[in-house]
């Protein structure tokens, strides 16, 4: 009985940080991207290493990034608020182009807090938290093409994506060592925009929220040896149900794809271990995304490719420092660049650094920076009628952000 008030603590507490994030993220104009729409993190310790650590759990994170990791983890309580400043620079050109204003800038800040938990069993190992895997968003200015900024309202400049997802996970591990998890995953989807359409107007809706539901699931594995570790994790497809208020706009639901990331860690010494993992996002099997937009209605994303480094060194008993380098392909082809002028999801290295204090046996607190280099890219003209009218057109897209945790263990 004793164990299950403790239990039905944690969740009072899960839902609290949740409601707080919910608050948080209508009030904040869209998280900037960092793969896809996919940010590169929530968590300060799973930043800190640059999102690398399949093979080595850190926090409740993992009950989402793997959670057959949860078995070699105490029973905790994880909140983390990151801060995201970005930068998107737009100049549109082509005869579809808004030349008229020079060079479009959106640079709003977001934030983003989660929460999670993880509670041994006598069998097993269960976990979960509130977590915004994803998001995207930008607010120029003006608009991004001639017709809407003469004739449309300066429409086809804003647009907010957010997806805030809950992950309750289990973990097991058999007597050779290996471990299994599984994790069920909901989700609140939300969006506004003003984007262009087909029919060259603005969509009908114009910028006003609608929502949707979603659903999905993870399977992780996880094994530790003395000084190795191997992980792996499968994110299957996030299916959500359609915005119907911008069916003029999305001809189908903002699904997320099905992603694979899979690592290992080694301890070069007791103080001192490294995190490689390999990512991999299959963008062009979501119509959405994936799809050209005159054959489906999407944005013609190709897969996305990515490695990431970590080090992490316990320099003293109450003290641990990370580092980290994540580079990942954009998924933005050239020949798709103005269709993408209000989704800017281009960067593709992140550089981070973090920090972990034990304050004493049961809080610590932890810091981690992220930088996430500039990139440029212009627009062939080369794929289809938008590529062609848009063709010249440039975004040079990157941001800083910080990270900011505490940790509660008994």
């Known amino acids: 009985m004793k164990h299950f008030r403790q239990l039905h603590t944690i969740f009072e507490r899960a839902v609290c940080f949740s409601l707080v994030m919910t608050v948080v993220a209508v009030m904040a104009p869209g998280a900037f991207a960092g793969e896809g729409v996919f940010l590169l993190g929530n968590d300060t310790l799973q930043l800190g290493r640059a999102s690398s650590g399949v093979a080595s759990p850190r926090s409740a994170y993992w009950s989402y990034m793997n959670p057959a990791s949860m078995v070699d983890l105490e029973r905790r309580v994880d909140v983390n608020w990151y801060t ?12 579809l182009g808004n030349r008229l204003d020079g060079t479009l800038v959106s640079d709003d800040i977001s934030n983003i807090v989660s929460t999670g938990f993880i509670w041994p069993l006598k069998s097993g190992t269960l976990g979960g938290g509130i977590f915004i895997p994803s998001g995207a968003g930008v607010e ?27 992950v309750l996970a289990y973990a097991h591990e058999f007597e050779n060592g290996w471990a299994v998890g599984l994790g069920l995953h909901l989700s609140l989807n939300r969006f506004r925009s003003d984007h262009l359409t087909l029919s060259l107007r603005s969509a009908h809706n114009d910028n006003n929220w609608d929502s ?15 000084r190795f570790a191997v992980g792996l994790n499968y994110s299957s497809r ?12 999305l001809s189908s639901p903002l699904d997320t794809p099905r992603v694979v990331q899979a690592g290992i860690a080694y301890e070069l010494t007791p103080k001192i271990e490294l995190t490689l993992d390999y990512k991999w996002l299959h963008w ?39 580092a980290g380098y994540a580079y990942s392909n954009s998924p933005v082809r ?40 500039s990139n440029k890219i212009r627009e062939s003209g080369d794929g289809d009628l938008m590529s062609r009218l848009g063709k010249g057109t440039t975004i040079e897209a990157g941001a800083f952000s910080a990270a900011l945790g505490y940790t509660y263990t008994w």
Do not use: C
């Open 334 to 373: 050239e020949d798709g660049v103005f269709l993408s002028g209000l989704v800017p999801v281009i960067v593709e290295q992140h550089v981070t650094a973090g920090v972990s204090h034990q304050i004493n046996k049961n809080n610590a607190i932890h810091f981690s920076a992220i930088w996430a280099p």
């Open 212 to 226: 949707s539901l979603g659903a999905g699931f993870g399977v992780g594995f996880y094994k530790h040896w003395d």
């Open 238 to 249: 996030h299916w959500t149900e359609r915005m119907d208020k911008y069916n003029d706009l």
């Open 140 to 166: 120029y200015p003006y608009s991004r093409n001639i017709i809407s900024r003469l004739v449309g309202g300066n429409g086809d400049r804003k647009l907010s994506y957010q997806h805030i997802r809950g």
């Open 84 to 95: 995201v400043f970005p930068r998107a620079e737009l100049k549109p050109r082509g005869l």
């Open 284 to 322: 062009r099997r979501i119509k959405t995304y994936g799809s050209p937009i005159f054959r489906g209605g999407g944005y013609g994303w190709t897969n996305q490719h990515g490695f990431k480094l970590g080090v992490e060194w316990k320099a003293l008993p109450k003290w641990t420092f990370m």
